[in-house]
């Protein structure tokens, strides 16, 4: 258990360097499977759901190692197709391995995966994809069977973005004859990442950041090093902090493109953004003015993950804002807690009515889940007194020593564990 503890009112000073992406991370640890020679990631977050992927990667018979912010993997080794059902469950992404399996093994054993509850989490896309592909799918007691002698290219046409299917399918389609076309791809900048991780290793991918995919058939082949791209999410939650706390911060090695409908709220709000090539100065006065209406939507629209934080700064903002959320039908579970810090948040199936309160006071809270938690931190930096989160250990799945990152930007926050 985590224990954070944020005295709020102090204002945020300073530059900082972004985490890599954790999002991009995660399907690129399941994709290494299929190299066929060593993969080494740099930039990698030192995180929970890291090093739940290396556990995987460790059981399936790979060596993963990991020095720093660096990774090591030969998945040459590699004797197991089969996910056992604790180390699925220690996050979502452990589903891609799915693809990543069946591609390199011809089958895959595992269990629905974990990750946060945020309402439900089907699966249903990616299975008929893979079924498309030519494998057999079997759900039984609780397991999912994937086998495929063959695994044939086709067009798959994905009725809603998904990122993980798409992510899935890629990775199965990289071992199919014939070429493989994904239409209605998502097209976040992760999808963008695994395109590149898979040609560096020799694949033929094209088409990622636009809805359609075009996967050729040519397999892996040799040795790859990569870089993983910055985290827009934990920037996005930086940026939010300082809007809300006030001050003055430099997001170093971060790609502003990739968060821009969340610095456009902030703009709306009162901020300064001043944007580069890949850092960005964020300065806010601390007094927001409420923006109307927010939409989550698959990338490029605002995202889902940024909701929560960005709920958390505009608690103070003046006016009301509402918050529409899409994709997801249970990402409000932060909300019960922010308001025992005094917030008004009214909510109304889908949607979020927050009126700005003039003043927070900190209080005990739980965080519900990686995003709801980081976004308990960011209404602890604009709250009176001390808030206190109680943590299962969310927030420490998405954010680097975010205890750190925070102090060193002037705020005063403290993270025990017990
Ligand atoms: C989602 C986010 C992604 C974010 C990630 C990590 C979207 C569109 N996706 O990806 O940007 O980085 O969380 O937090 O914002 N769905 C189905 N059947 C399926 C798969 C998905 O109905 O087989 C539905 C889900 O119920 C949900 C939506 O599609 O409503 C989003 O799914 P998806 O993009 O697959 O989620 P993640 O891959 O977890």
């Known amino acids: 258990m985590d224990f954070w503890t944020v005295r709020g009112g102090k204002k945020l000073y ?26 080494e990631l740099d930039c990698v977050p030192r995180l929970r759901d890291i090093d739940a992927a290396l556990r995987i990667l460790r059981h399936l018979g790979c060596r993963a190692e990991q020095d720093g912010n660096s990774l090591y993997i030969d998945a040459r080794g590699l004797v197991h197709s089969c996910i056992p059902e604790d ?12 693809g990543a399996l069946l591609a390199r093994c011809g089958e895959a054993r595992l269990s629905p995966p974990g990750g946060c509850r945020l309402g439900k989490r ?16 079997e759900e039984r007691g609780g397991e999912i069977l994937c086998r495929a002698e063959k695994l044939r290219g086709t067009v798959i046409r994905l009725p809603f ?31 963008e990442a695994l395109q590149d991780y898979l040609n560096a290793m020799g694949c033929r991918v094209c088409g990622a950041g636009t809805g359609r995919i075009v996967i050729e058939p040519r397999g892996p082949r040799g040795s790859v090093r990569f870089r993983i791209q910055p985290d827009r ?13 006030g001050g003055e911060i430099e997001l170093l090695d971060a790609e502003p493109a990739h968060f821009s409908t969340v610095l456009h709220f902030l703009k709306e709000a009162g901020c300064d953004i001043i944007t580069k090539q890949c850092c960005l100065t964020v300065r806010s006065d601390g007094r927001l003015r409420a923006v109307g209406t927010i939409t989550t939507e698959p990338y490029p629209g605002f995202p889902t993950d ?80 001390e808030t206190r989160v109680r943590d299962e250990g969310h927030i420490a799945r998405g954010y680097e020593r975010f205890d750190r990152v925070l102090s060193a930007l002037g705020a005063e926050v403290r993270r025990t564990d017990s």
């Open 14 to 39: 300073g530059s900082c360097r972004i985490q890599g992406s954790k999002n991009a991370s995660l399907p690129i640890l399941a994709a290494s499977v299929l190299a066929c020679g060593e993969t």
């Open 87 to 98: 180390l699925m469950h220690e996050m979502r992404s452990s589903v891609i391995f799915m």
């Open 122 to 137: 089907p699966i249903d896309l990616h299975l008929k994809a893979l079924r498309q592909l030519g494998a057999e799918v």
């Open 161 to 191: 973005p998904s990122v993980g299917a798409t992510e899935n399918t890629m990775l199965a389609a990289s071992a199919a004859e014939g070429e493989t076309v994904i239409e209605g791809a998502a097209r976040e900048p992760e999808i």
């Open 233 to 245: 999410i934990a920037a996005a939650t930086l940026a939010c902090a300082c809007a809300a706390a």
């Open 306 to 385: 940024a909701q929560p934080v960005l709920m958390a700064a505009l608690l103070r903002a003046e006016g009301v804002t509402r918050i529409r959320e899409t994709i997801f039908e249970n990402r409000f579970r932060q909300v019960p807690e922010l308001r025992k810090l005094g917030a008004e948040i009214r909510l109304e199936g889908q949607t979020a009515e927050i009126r700005g309160v003039a003043h927070l006071t900190g209080a005990e809270l739980e965080a519900t889940d990686l995003r709801g938690g980081a976004a308990m931190l960011v209404a602890g930096l604009t709250a009176e007194g």
